[in-house]
């Protein structure tokens, strides 16, 4: 049943990387003024440039995380189908606890 989730967790992952690339373009307007530099540019200080990309990851991870979780809640309400992981069981109390760490 996952299997009909593949081509919504796929358009889904295409419109993520566009919306985390226009956030991740204007929060670096907003804060440098101009375009992000590239790793191999020259005249780029180091610190622009990890703040760049690092900067560029975490916009790309959030938005994609986020338009992910979307999709995914309206694949399940279309569908009943929760198409990701679902919470481990938990035992019916046959096994013992774990003891309380000594401190």
């Not at 993520?16 to 590239?38: C, H, M, N, V, Y």
């Not at 569908?79 to 919470?87: A, N, Y």
């Amino acid at each position: 049943m996952k299997l009909l989730y593949k081509p919504f967790g796929i358009i889904a992952g295409v419109i993520g990387a566009k919306i985390g690339q226009s956030i991740f373009k204007t929060l670096w307007a907003r804060i440098d003024g101009g375009e992000p530099p590239a790793p191999k540019t020259e005249d780029a200080s180091l610190a622009k440039v990890v703040t760049a990309q690092a900067l560029q990851a975490a916009t790309l991870a959030g938005a994609g995380a986020a338009v992910d979780r979307l999709s995914m809640r309206w694949f399940h309400y279309l569908t009943g189908i929760w198409p990701g992981d679902k919470p481990a069981q938990e035992s019916d109390g046959d096994a013992e606890p774990a003891p309380a760490p000594v401190a």
